[in-house]
């Protein structure tokens, strides 16, 4: 399922931000120009067992790059401000997907956008052995 979140937050930045942006998910062996985003799951937890059911947390770094270190704050800001409309809602699988808490923060010449999306899950329930026959009998009571 990580996968498939990370290929949907991709495609999400190819939308927003259009192809001129490059989007990576693992590092590139030389240092990639700017523009350009790099995708993370940072840590993912899964809490809340009752019964059959559970949360899945999956946190991910949007890491974005700009395409000049002497705009570096201007094209951040705004960057931020697309991320958050863009990364709001994902479509994973045919399911909407809502992000549960985002934030971000800029670094020595890279914006760091954090996303969390909580998956509900519940467990199959184990499968029961049918009855061969049933008989019942109804009537009413005198």
């Known amino acids: 399922m990580t996968d498939t979140i990370i290929e949907s937050i991709s495609a999400r930045l190819r939308d927003a931000f259009g192809e001129s942006c490059a989007v990576f998910t693992e590092q590139p062996q030389q240092g990639a120009a700017g523009p350009c985003f790099f995708v993370s799951l940072l840590k993912s937890s899964q809490s809340g067992r009752r019964g059959r059911k559970s949360v899945n947390s999956q946190f991910f770094d949007v890491r ?25 809602t994902l479509d994973v699988e045919g399911m909407a997907l809502a992000a549960s808490e985002m934030s971000c923060e800029k670094g020595e010449g890279v914006q760091h956008f954090y996303v969390r ?8 329930p184990a499968p029961q052995e049918a009855m061969e026959s049933l008989a019942m009998e109804t009537g009413v009571a005198r």
């Open 117 to 124: 999306y909580d998956l509900y899950l519940q467990d199959e």
């Open 64 to 88: 974005f790059i700009p395409e000049s270190g002497d705009t570096f704050h201007r094209e951040a800001d705004a960057a931020a401000d697309k991320l958050y409309a863009a990364l709001e």
